[in-house]
């Protein structure tokens, strides 16, 4: 299993941007797709962002859709997420998921191959 280490988390005003990233320990990276999860204090843990191993096919919840931005460097071994136009409920913890298969919206958290511990964002207004 890949060994995933999120950072860049942070507190921000509404309106502000942060960068998550999640750096892998492993070349083995390549082969998986990548997902960004967040889960807010007593809510459910919900799908945020998906992007195929290529990087050359991503998926967006539709309420963070033309905010946010995934993207991949598969030489880095590092998948991101550029977070733009904050709002107070994108506070959440963002997890990185390698998924053995695209799209991951399909799958579902229990599908993940491996999972980051999370990183906290907190949005204030």
């Known amino acids: 299993q890949v060994q995933l280490v999120e950072s860049g988390g942070g507190l921000v005003q509404a309106g502000g941007s942060l960068r998550l990233s999640c750096a892998a320990s492993s070349h083995t990276f390549r082969i998986y797709a990548m997902g960004w999860f967040r889960q807010a204090p007593g809510k459910e843990r919900e799908f945020v962002s998906g992007?195929?191993?290529?990087?050359?096919?991503?998926e967006y919840l539709d309420s963070v859709k033309d905010r946010f931005t995934i993207s991949r460097d598969n030489v880095k071994n590092t998948v991101y997420l550029q977070m733009n136009s904050l709002k107070p409920e994108d506070t959440a913890t963002y997890s990185c998921?390698?998924?053995?298969?695209?799209?991951?919206?399909?799958?579902?958290?229990?599908?993940?191959?491996?999972w980051g511990k999370g990183t906290l964002v907190t949005v204030s207004s």
């Open positions: 992007i195929n191993s290529s990087g050359g096919r991503t």
């Open positions: 998921a390698a998924s053995p298969h695209f799209p991951i919206t399909t799958m579902g958290p229990i599908s993940m191959a491996s």
